[in-house]
């Protein structure tokens, strides 16, 4: 009895201990609760008053200045992970629990532990109701948040560059000048300098390649010697040397990065400084690394076996672009912390104004020098225009007063920059590994070719020799010939193939998620109703959906137009297909791309399948009375499709008409005559129909040749010299052998067949052509006439006696003597 005792009281003091901790953390949770109800609460109507200014002040410059001050006044709410806490309480009044089940606890130990229960479950309550207002709050804080950034984004934050705005802008100038000198001062007397554990990295390292810099020289010197001689072989060689020269250009970011780490105090409106310094250093950093390794006989030439010519364009092109890029750089970076002040912002405005006019100028400039992208004046004219769209959009916006859509725009261009920059540089760099290691590949291959001809010499030698042990010997003693199985261009093209593949999923991801923030924004046009339905209320057609429905419409176009032929290039040419099938493969996908392209079109316009189906069945059954052939032809074509009796290519001979299948519609079948007409056939034809396709399983067929020799010829001899004339004929198979046959004793001939087979259909006409004339010959020089219908002609006079017609002069005296 005394042992539980001690027991229940023991175990008494182990809940107590960690309840009483626990208490004390969740002591004021019923507070932090009171708060987040609050603020819950006056978010939510924060968020219907947002909407209702919006719909009032839509388009104004006042909603942007109201939306950035309603952003700066968002609390961070820290949220608070609870689950390990929860846990804790309910582990602990488990505990409890099963201690109150204990017959042996006195009555004061039973009602302490039903205390501790009481205020376990009040906790627990507490702290689940907390825990659910906090998740309601992050919702409705984070959906807060977005709204204003669709707002701010479609809302006009400065005034449009009109004359009015250039007529003013000096005055405009010399206020803002005077704003940025008073924070400048302010700086000035609130900088303090702090050594930082990142400040005493970066000054560290920039003194390394101060004093490695010739070092770093020298081994890359040694690089390209090698890459120079072609006696390097490692692919590590290529991102070894992408990493000195990286090295090489990073001083000068290192001294703007160690510049921005001393300012550390706000400037004016809450904007730091530093930010924009090192968004500098980014840039200088890329532009600095992009020009070095563009240089005439630099790395880009060496390494990656670019055109010097090209080269030096980009290179051109990178320094041009350098000049807007920097400064850009660190407008972006203080505009972006500008809240109320962004409207003011004239210098901005008119710098991102002239930034976008040159950059249309280089990217004109660029686009004239570089030769055709692909070899396509197509291609290369379509990417100038995408490229070309961007700052011409950046322009549009800026002088409409959209500044700080052209501001978050400019970003996304700029990050997209240097995404596209290092992707180029991998992919180029990669398939520079892949040369190293295809060159080694073809080392090794022609070693062991090399060893193997003398291997096969040295064995040529001792056969003619006749030394059998020595032949043993050496053999034995020959090294073994390690083939490689794997060819060496095909792996070379499958690595390429996959790398690509691979950089293009992994660069994809992160343009995607570069612009994923800008591409939430577009659900603002889904709040644009340009149609709505009066009955219901329901928004049948947005500025949003429309926009959707003409992206698809154009990406439907561009699929249904090209697909085909890359399927054909990248898949179907790779494959063991039979002749058609590519074909067949390539207009199914068709099909399917365009029912779902309108099935899209049709959802993203708002049309709904609960409205198109009573008009779908009427015009089911009123299109099949009225176009029955159509829709038989239609079904047709599927199953030709599908079942495929006859293929694209395959010679077929319907009724009277023989030609090639040159297309299988969707209604109708082209088929080409050998008069090279194009002659459409309906599909249900070829399947209600009979018809015969020469080459469906099969393109072998058979010849016959008809001979009639004169009565009294030689038969044996005709039998023999048509045999050996089809066994001759190159174009003639052996299996089945040829066959001569004696058909018929005819009016004016003895009838014989020369049967032979082919094995295309195209031989067919030439090889009639060369056994007739063989026969021709063969049967002259044998003196075997080949006869022809035969008449005897009998002439009688008036008492019927017959008399002899002889030759007739055509003189005149013979005509006097016939007369």
């Not at 175990?11 to 969740?26: E, G, I, K, N, R």
């Not at 343009?511 to 603002?524: C, G, H, K, N």
């Amino acid at each position: 009895m005394r042992f539980c005792y001690l027991f229940a009281l023991c175990a008494l003091l182990f809940v107590a201990a960690p309840s009483s901790a626990l208490a004390q953390s969740t002591a004021n949770l019923e507070s932090q609760l009171a708060d987040l109800q609050a603020y819950y609460e006056e978010l939510s109507q924060d968020r219907l008053d947002l909407e209702a200014q919006y719909e009032v002040l839509q388009g104004s410059r006042m909603l942007h200045q109201i939306l950035q001050e309603q952003r700066a006044s968002v609390r961070d709410v820290r949220t608070q992970d609870f689950e390990e806490l929860l846990a804790q309480l309910r582990l602990d009044l488990f505990h409890v629990q099963r201690e109150l089940r204990e017959p042996e606890l006195e009555q004061s130990q039973r009602d302490e532990l039903e205390a501790n229960l009481t205020e376990l479950e009040s906790d627990i309550s507490l702290l689940v109701d907390f825990m659910q207002v906090q998740g309601r709050l992050t919702s409705e804080l984070t959906a807060f948040e977005n709204t204003l950034a669709d707002y701010l984004f479609w809302t006009p934050s400065n005034r449009a560059m009109e004359w009015q705005w250039f007529s003013q802008f000096p005055g405009h100038v010399s206020a803002q000048a005077v704003r940025i000198y008073q924070a400048l001062s302010q700086l000035v007397t609130q900088l303090s300098v702090q050594i930082t554990l990142l400040m005493v990295a970066f000054t560290v390292l920039l003194l390394i390649l101060v004093l490695k810099r010739r070092a770093i020289l020298l081994r890359l010197s040694l690089y390209n010697k090698d890459v120079a001689s072609n006696s390097a072989s490692s692919p590590w060689l290529v991102p070894s040397a992408l990493l000195l020269h990286g090295l090489l250009v990073a001083p000068l970011s290192l001294v703007v990065l160690i510049a921005g780490q001393f300012i550390n105090a706000p400037v004016g409106d809450d904007i730091y400084l530093d930010k924009a310094l090192n968004a500098v250093a980014g840039s200088l950093f890329m532009i600095s690394f992009l020009s070095r390794i563009l240089r005439r006989n630099g790395f880009a030439s060496l390494y990656f076996r670019w055109q010097d010519d090209q080269c030096s364009v980009l290179r051109r092109f990178i320094l041009a672009l350098g000049w807007v890029l920097v400064p850009l750089s660190f407008i972006l970076a203080v505009a972006s912390q500008q809240t109320t002040q962004l409207s003011q912002d004239v210098i901005g405005q008119l710098v991102l104004f002239i930034t976008s006019l040159y950059l249309i100028a280089i990217l004109l400039a660029l686009f004239a020098k570089l030769p055709p992208l692909y070899g396509s004046k197509l291609t290369h004219r379509t990417v100038a225009s995408a490229l070309l769209v961007l700052p011409v959009m950046l322009l549009i916006m800026v002088s409409s007063g959209y500044y700080y859509t052209a501001l978050m725009l400019s970003g996304y261009y700029l990050a997209t920059f240097y995404v596209i920059s290092v992707w180029m540089l991998t992919a180029a760099g990669v398939q520079r590994a892949l040369d190293f290691a295809y060159d080694r590949m073809q080392e090794r291959q022609l070693a062991q070719q090399a060893v193997e001809r003398e291997v096969e010499a040295v064995l040529k030698d001792h056969e003619k020799a006749d030394e059998k042990p020595s032949q043993a010997r050496v053999k034995d003693e020959a090294p073994p010939l390690a083939r490689s199985e794997a060819d060496a261009q095909g792996a070379k093209e499958q690595s390429q193939r996959l790398a690509r593949f691979g950089l293009m999923a992994l660069f994809a991801f992160i343009l995607y998620q570069v612009w994923s923030e800008a591409t939430m924004a577009l659900d603002y046009l889904d709040t644009q109703v340009l149609w709505e339905d009066a009955a219901t209320g329901d928004s049948a057609l947005s500025l949003g959906g429309l926009v959707s429905a003409v992206v698809i419409a154009l990406v439907g176009l561009v699929l249904v137009r090209n697909l085909p032929g890359l399927l054909e290039m990248t898949i179907l040419s790779r494959l063991q297909l039979q002749m058609g099938t590519a074909y067949a493969v390539t207009s199914l996908v068709n099909y399917v791309v365009i029912s779902i392209a309108v099935v899209t079109f049709l959802a993203s316009l708002g049309v709904r399948w609960d409205q198109l189906q009573w008009l779908a069945a009427g015009l089911t059954v009123g299109l099949g009375f009225g176009l029955q052939e159509i829709f038989g032809n239609f079904i047709s074509g599927l199953i030709l499709f599908f079942e495929r009796p006859l293929r694209v290519g395959d010679i077929v001979t319907l009724d009277t008409l023989s030609g090639r299948v040159s297309q299988i519609r969707i209604r109708a079948t082209v088929i080409t005559d050998f008069d090279r007409r194009d002659i459409v056939v309906p599909n249900r034809q070829f399947i209600t129909g009979q018809f015969v396709n020469w080459s469906l399983s099969n393109t072998i067929t058979r010849l016959t040749i008809k001979v009639g020799v004169a009565y009294g010829s030689d038969l044996a001899k005709t039998r023999e010299i048509l045999l050996a004339i089809g066994q001759d004929e190159e174009r003639v198979l052996d299996d089945p052998e040829p066959t001569v046959l004696f058909m018929q004793f005819g009016a004016s001939t003895l009838d014989h067949e020369l049967r032979v087979h082919v094995e295309n259909l195209s031989d067919r006409m030439p090889t009639i052509d060369a056994l007739n004339r063989e026969i021709d010959r063969r049967f002259k020089a044998a003196g075997i006439e080949v006869a022809f219908n035969q008449i005897d002609v009998h002439f009688r006079n008036e008492l019927g006696i017959e008399r002899q017609v002889g030759a007739v002069d055509s003189s005149p005296k013979g005509e006097d003597d016939a007369k």
